[in-house]
């Protein structure tokens, strides 16, 4: 599975039940810095195009709120009808209720006062890429345009999302960063389909 990351957009209210309602979005055509490039390379960027989890979204498929990208540290789901996803062409949000019961677990009594800390400032959702086989054109990368900068971008117009978690930092592993593919085609300026290990970015 792979994340991915946006700082904004967190709102926690607490309810007259004792539980709370948190809300968040996460925006599409906004380039995360995967990598600076180092001394030699060539720095990484990468975006949601929008519209990419439009598909997962309106076919009800079931997703989680983690705190973490812990499955076992469920916040709320759409399967039990704790969490509503809406798709718009500037953003992926959610509307999620925490249950009374749920506020007396601690990781969740964590999570909210982390949020209320400015500990946990993030927005980070867990999705695959189809196979091409289903979706031909699910990613490409290409050129930065020169008056831009000369950053490689990944653009990923389709993704299958699963889950959305609450993080803390937008870190990236150097280590799993580099596992990407990110040769281009020159007759397209495409990227392979092919993924090298588990990707992140957080």
């Known amino acids: 599975m792979l994340y991915g990351f946006h700082n904004g957009g967190l709102e926690v209210r607490r309810k007259p039940d004792g539980g709370a309602r948190l809300s968040g979005r996460f925006p599409y055509n906004s ?45 709320a789901s759409r399967g039990a009808g704790s969490m509503k996803l809406t798709d718009t062409d500037d953003a992926l949000t959610f509307s999620a209720e925490i249950a009374p019961a749920l506020m007396e677990v601690g990781y969740v009594r964590d999570a909210l006062a982390g949020l209320a800390a400015g500990l946990i400032i993030g927005i980070s959702p867990g999705f695959r890429i189809p196979p091409e086989r289903t979706v031909k054109d699910a990613e490409t990368i290409k050129e930065e345009p020169p008056e831009e900068g000369q950053a490689l971008i990944r653009t990923i117009h389709e993704a299958i999302l699963y889950e959305l978690s609450l993080v803390t930092r937008p870190a990236y592993s150097e280590t799993q960063v580099e596992a990407r593919n990110w040769a281009l085609r020159q007759e397209h300026a495409e990227a392979p389909r092919k993924l090298l290990g588990v990707e992140r970015w957080r």
């Open 31 to 75: 380039r995360a810095v995967l990598s600076d490039g180092g001394r030699t390379g060539r720095p990484r960027k990468e975006q949601f195009a929008s519209g990419a989890f439009r598909h997962s979204v309106e076919n009800d498929q079931e997703v989680h709120l983690l705190v973490g990208h812990s499955f076992d540290r469920p916040l």
